[in-house]
């Protein structure tokens, strides 16, 4: 099992910048994939851009150019980097870990971009 907890949403104007890190509760070195989704109002969740114990990328195509994830193993941290931020990625982000099976969830953060 691991906990997850997100951080650094907040309110950014549109082209502006902001990164996400993702705590999680033990060591992630194990822990095969770990991404990032993304849940905008009314609407299901959806995939922004994981990253494999191999940091292997993937990347939704409404993301690829503007955003990076990245993974820290030796402080059990993933984080998503966001430039280039515009209204419609006005969204609660959620963090995520896929170990065994199971996939565990952050509570996540809202992130809203003004235009």
């Known amino acids: 099992q691991v906990q997850l907890v997100e951080s650094g949403g907040g309110l950014v104007q549109a082209g502006g910048s902001l990164r996400l890190p993702c705590a999680a509760s033990?060591?992630?070195?194990?822990?095969?994939?770990m991404g990032w989704y993304r849940q905008l109002q009314g609407k299901q969740r959806e995939l922004v851009a994981t990253?494999?114990?191999?940091?292997?990328?993937n990347y939704a195509d409404f993301v690829k150019g503007r955003f990076t994830i990245s993974r820290d193993n030796a402080k059990n941290t993933v984080a998503l980097q966001m430039n280039n931020l515009k209204p419609e990625d006005t969204a609660v982000y959620y963090c995520?870990?896929?170990?065994?099976?199971?996939?565990?969830w952050g509570k996540g953060t809202l992130v809203t971009v003004s235009s």
């Open positions: 995520s870990a896929g170990s065994r099976g199971t996939t565990y």
């Open positions: 990253i494999t114990s191999r940091y292997s990328t």
């Open positions: 033990r060591s992630i070195f194990s822990i095969n994939i």
